[in-house]
């Protein structure tokens, strides 16, 4: 079975640009997470979507940052525009359920430079 | 609010070493604790994890304890071995939200 896999793995932009993120979580997990790491500081959460629908979007540092779920499959993350701070590296990952009994599984994270 | 601590790295060890890396929380409610894993070039995989106070989550030679009281979750390993070398993250689960230390290097010297 294939795991959590995110595309690209590396982007380097510049200031202004804009990118999209992509995670493709494990076939049949409803739950579906991004993190970020910045500068090797802690890994924060973003948001939170049980299917399509966003169940919590708390992490979302402004709204140059829109995440999206069409069909409850695949996800996208866009950042526009980019701007120095938003480089690092964003990680994805998806579960069956609640964390109390079902395990996150993550992927290998997009690395994020804006220049 | 809710925040993990770790030590910060990176953390050297020869193989066979003892390996403790200290790791903190501030919750509110009732959190679950974890411990990640990341090797070069990987996401990050679960290494351990422990549901409630006074319980221990072992896995792969590594071992961790809920501690309420002195709300610490510290990792442990008798033994360390080269292939251990990674990046090693705390992490507190409270209302399926996930909140992450900010990880500790551990480098493994044959």
Known sequence: ?115 | GNSVTQMEGPVTLSEEAFLTINCTYTATGYPSLFWYVQYPGEGLQLLLKATKADDKGSNKGFEATYRKETTSFHLEKGSVQVSDSAVYFCALDNFNKFYFGSGTKLNVKP
């Open chain 1, 1 to 115: 079975e294939a795991g959590v896999t995110q595309f690209p793995s590396h982007s380097v932009i510049e200031k202004g640009q804009t990118v999209t993120l992509r995670c493709d979580p494990i076939s049949g997990h409803d739950n579906l997470y991004w993190y970020r790491r910045v500068m090797g500081k802690e890994i924060k959460f973003l948001l939170h979507f049980v299917k399509e629908s966003k169940q919590d979007e708390s992490g979302m540092p402004n709204n140059r940052f829109l995440a999206e779920r069409t069909g409850g499959t695949y996800s996208t993350l866009k950042v526009q525009p980019a701007e120095l701070e938003d480089s690092g590296v964003y990680f994805c990952a998806s579960s069956q359920g609640d964390p109390f009994w079902y395990e996150q599984y993550f992927g290998p994270g997009t690395r994020l430079t804006v220049t």
